[in-house]
């Protein structure tokens, strides 16, 4: 049984509202952190906003990463089974829309499944898409990352600062490369998509892919902005998140 230990080595909180109506849960992109979502969560004034934090970063530095995104989505889904004293929706971005994607679907088995899943900047899970990124070289690696953004070019200069996050970025792009839905996996709840316009990663054509991942609603928004549109733009999100969730359910929860 999971302890208070292990649910906040996971799950950091980044909002605290005094009547929280629902909650949404956050997960990053390859080589983030819970608190890449900080900015983000401040535009919510009734969720309460949770980050998800991945072993081997941080102050998790010291722990192995995972091996699939499906062993990270085994054990986060084990950590929020008993935790549904608020309506939940689930956000991620990149990397962190599989992993999000693979807790929604076992959330759903265990007859807690969350309102929806918002997935940003990733194709469909069905695609697959391996381009070796997390094969090439240190100098190759972070000229993709400057390519995505997301860090300030200047980091990407600081040999400290890239012994910190290139193991990380390159194991987070070892899983989320090699990931391959299993036949199945399919939700019922509502998966929202939204792109940037200037995403070199993923095209509209290939967003749209996630209406096949699940039976229930779909929809896809683009945005101007790139792979981490709203870091900048953030606006409409945050007003489609909170607008997902009608007053009478926050009500009844």
């Known amino acids: 049984m999971a302890t208070a230990e292990d649910f906040g080595l996971w799950i950091r909180k980044l909002s605290t509202p005094d009547d929280p109506r629902a909650r949404l849960i956050c997960f990053p992109h390859a080589g983030g952190s819970a608190n890449f979502y900080f900015q983000f969560a401040r535009g919510f004034d009734d969720f309460e906003v949770h980050g998800v934090q991945y072993p081997g970063r941080q102050d998790r530095r010291r722990e192995p990463f995972r091996k699939t995104v499906q062993e990270l989505a085994d054990e986060i889904a084990g950590l929020m ?5 608020l309506p939940v929706v689930l956000l991620g971005n990149s990397m962190g829309a599989l992993v999000a994607f693979e807790v929604a679907f076992r959330l759903e088995t265990m007859g807690v499944a969350p309102l ?18 997390h094969l090439k070289d240190d100098d190759v690696f972070l000229r993709e990352m400057a390519l995505l953004g997301g860090m300030g070019s200047e980091l990407l200069q600081d040999e400290e600062i890239i012994d910190l996050v290139l ?12 990931y391959r839905c299993s036949p199945g996996t399919r939700l019922s709840v509502p998966i929202h998509v939204h792109i940037g316009k200037d995403d070199p ?17 779909f929809t896809l928004d683009t945005h101007e902005g790139g792979h981490f549109f709203f870091t900048d733009n953030g606006d409409d999100l945050t007003r489609t998140i909170s607008r997902s969730v009608p007053d009478t359910l926050a009500t009844k929860a």
């Open 116 to 133: 929806s899943l918002f997935a940003c900047g990733r194709v469909g899970p069905m695609l697959g898409k391996d381009e070796e990124t």
């Open 167 to 178: 193991p990380p970025m390159r194991a987070d792009y070892r899983i989320a490369e090699t």
């Open 201 to 217: 990663k993923v095209t509209e054509e290939q967003a749209a892919e996630w209406k096949h991942s699940t039976t229930g609603e």
């Open 81 to 85: 089974g008993d935790w549904n004293d």
